[in-house]
Antibody, heavy 115, light 107 residues
Framework: QVQLQQWGAGRLKPSETLSLTCTVF????????WNWIRQPPGKGLEWVGE???????NYNPSLKSRLSISIDTSKNQFSLTLTSLTAADTAVYYC?????????WGQGTPVTVSS | DIQMTQSPPSVSASVGDRVTITCRAS??????LAWYQQQPGKAPKLLIY???SLQSGVPSRFSGSGSGTDFIFTIYSLQPEDFATYYC?????????FGQGTKVEIK
């Protein structure tokens, strides 16, 4: 049974940098793409980006200039870094497994950007 | 970018009712569509993938159909635990995108 556990700082100020990490327990770590998806309060889901075992990435163009997703295969972990935060980045951030469709999700990390 | 238009935004229904949600893609996505259920405060859960395939462990009262640009999601005989928000998701091209969601509420 695959489990994704995520953690990171939850309250940040404008212009700061968000760092989140997701650890994958059980199942295969290679052979999949590992995704970040976010959800602003009371709103729908927005795909942020993905990375695979080889480090190949795909990013949402709306975030690409501020976004970096990395992977540490020795720890079965992948991470998100989002710079120059604004209030519009306030959301619950989820990590998820999925080459195409997202079949396993982390528990979500609420992130608030406020001065 | 592919836009996903989901309707209705909300629906009120009773236990035992049949509920239908539609999702329209702004261009052909073949069958690269999934449906997710999200309970309040929880992560989404994959119910249907490839437009009509039932994810393992998901009850058979959930069903999906469609191809190309128009897709339908149906809950046959709504159960108390089905009151939630449902999202469609296209995986045909980048950036991946979701519908706006449909909240299924108790009548």
């Amino acid at each position: 049974q695959v489990q994704l556990q995520q953690w990171g700082a939850g309250r940040l100020k404008p212009s700061e940098t968000l760092s989140l990490t997701c650890t994958v327990f059980g199942g295969s770590f290679s052979g999949y793409y590992w995704n970040w998806i976010r959800q602003p309060p009371g709103k729908g889901l927005e795909w942020v980006g993905e990375i695979n075992y080889s480090g190949n990435t795909n990013y949402n163009p709306s975030l690409k200039s501020r976004l970096s997703i990395s992977i540490d295969t020795s720890k079965n972990q992948f991470s998100l870094t989002l710079t120059s935060l604004t209030a519009a980045d306030t959301a619950v951030y989820y990590c998820a497994r999925g080459n195409v469709f997202f079949d396993n999700w982390g528990q979500g990390t609420p992130v608030t950007v406020s001065s | 970018d592919i836009q996903m238009t989901q309707s209705p935004p909300s629906v009120s229904a009773s236990v035992g009712d049949r509920v239908t949600i539609t999702c329209r893609a702004s261009q052909n996505i073949n069958n690269r569509l999934a449906w997710y259920q999200q309970q309040p405060g929880k992560a989404p859960k994959l119910l249907i993938y490839a437009a009509s395939s039932l994810q393992s462990g998901v009850p058979s009262r959930f069903s999906g159909s469609g191809s190309g640009t128009d897709f339908i999601f149906t809950i046959y005989s709504l159960q108390p635990e089905d009151f939630a928000t449902y999202y469609c998701h296209q995986a045909y091209s980048f950036p991946r995108s979701f519908g706006q969601g449909t909240k299924v509420e108790i009548k």
